[in-house]
Each structure stands twice: as C-alpha cells, then as structure tokens.
C-alpha cells in the first residue's frame, strides 16, 4: 500500500531558528500533498496544499513566508518553518495522494515541533 | 476553516461494548473518510465510502454514507482495549480535493 515517510518525528529548536520537515511518498508518485498542524486534543487544521512544480495555496490565515512549502518533486515535499517561535509548537503531519488514488488520503507520522 | 460536526467529543465505555460515532455536514460530500489517530502518530485511514446509502464494514467497524450526503457514522462493535484513540471523520467534495476533518471522538476502553 502507499506508504509517506515524514522526518524527523520529533525537534526541539531555539526561538528564531528555522526548522525544515520532510514528507516523502516511498511507493508512488504525490502529484499532491497537503500539510496539516494539530494542537494537543484538537483537529487536524489544514494549513496549505501544494502541487508538484507550482506554488503551494496556503489557506486563510496562514503566512506563506513564515510556512515555506517546497514540493520539487513528485515524492518530496517540505515544511519549513522560518523564524520560529514558541506559537509554532505543534504537530505537523502531511499527507500524499497520486494519480491513482481517489480513496482516502495517506499521511505521514506526524512532527512534534518544540519551539524553546 | 469549516469543520464537520463530530459526536461525541469523547467515550468511556467497557470493553466489549458497542460504540457508535457520527458527523454531520450543513453541505454536501461526495466522500466520506473515517480515521484513527493515536498519540504521536498521523491518521490511519479506516473506511471511505463513495456514494450516498453506502454501507461498508472493516472488521468489527461499520461505516454509512448517508442519503443526503450531509452525515455519515461509524459503529465499532465488540470493542477492545486496542481500540482506543481518536476517531475523525473527514469529508471530500471532490475526488481529489482537500479533506476537511471532524473534531474528533476520543475512546477510552476499560478492560
């Protein structure tokens, strides 16, 4: 079955400093991926959807240039959260589908991001 | 964003009950999506129904699309301690489109 990888699990880094979050599809092509960002006991809230070789679309509310999106091919996409700060703690999970896959949606393990 | 409105937030229930969990949309899905979370890990997906009326089952789960592609619930019956997590629902306008989520049902299973 389809199978995302999503690295690394768990990162605790210094306010200010950026952090970068990798989500890869091992067995199949992700024309699409989407990023997600969980607080403790709540929802998944989408945060932005991005397509391989254009431009994420972020959703309302959420900063493109403090969420940098990269989906530079059809099995890696990346997070990167620049200029971090303690808000930004969370867990953020992604997910892939391709061409093939009109079920559900596959998802990564999830980051726990930890902003000191 | 919009969210789906899950019932309910949260179970206590003895192990080898029935639970029954449900959604329910004010517009219309043409995909229903049920999946388990637990600590520290993404969401597994469970059961995905694609037309309305349909009922599929995975094991000791059930899952409806209903009539008016508005709700779906999912049944878990027997239920055992390995259960217990999250539940979401998540519901897709169209077949490649962005997933919005319920809030969530946490089970808790007491041996």
């Known amino acids: 079955g389809a199978v995302v990888s999503q690295h690394p699990s768990r990162v605790i880094c210094k306010s200010g400093t950026s952090v970068k979050i990798e989500c890869r599809s091992l067995d199949f092509q992700a024309t699409t991926m989407f990023w997600y960002r969980q607080f403790p006991k709540q929802s998944l809230m989408l945060m932005a959807t991005?397509?391989?070789?254009?431009?994420?679309?972020?959703e309302q509310g959420v900063e493109k240039d403090k969420f940098l999106i990269n989906h530079a091919s059809l099995t890696l996409s990346t997070l990167t959260v620049t200029s971090a700060h303690p808000e930004d703690s969370s867990f953020y999970i992604c997910s892939a589908r391709g061409n093939a896959t009109a079920s559900g949606y596959t998802f990564g393990s999830g980051t726990r991001l930890t902003v000191v | 964003g919009q969210q789906l409105n899950q019932s309910p937030q949260s179970m206590f229930i003895q192990e080898g009950e029935d639970v029954s969990m449900n959604c329910t949309s004010s517009s219309i899905f043409n995909t229903w999506l049920w999946y388990k979370q637990e600590p520290g890990e993404g969401p597994v997906l469970l059961i995905a129904?694609?037309?309305?009326?349909e009922l599929t089952s995975n094991g000791r789960l059930t899952a409806q699309f209903g009539i008016t592609r508005k709700d779906s619930f999912l049944n878990i019956s027997a239920s055992i301690p390995s259960d217990v997590g999250i539940y979401f629902c998540a519901g897709r306008r169209t077949s490649y489109g962005k997933l919005t989520f319920g809030q969530g049902t946490i089970l808790t299973v007491h041996p």
């Open positions: 129904l694609y037309k309305a009326g």
């Open positions: 991005s397509n391989e070789g254009s431009k994420a679309t972020y």
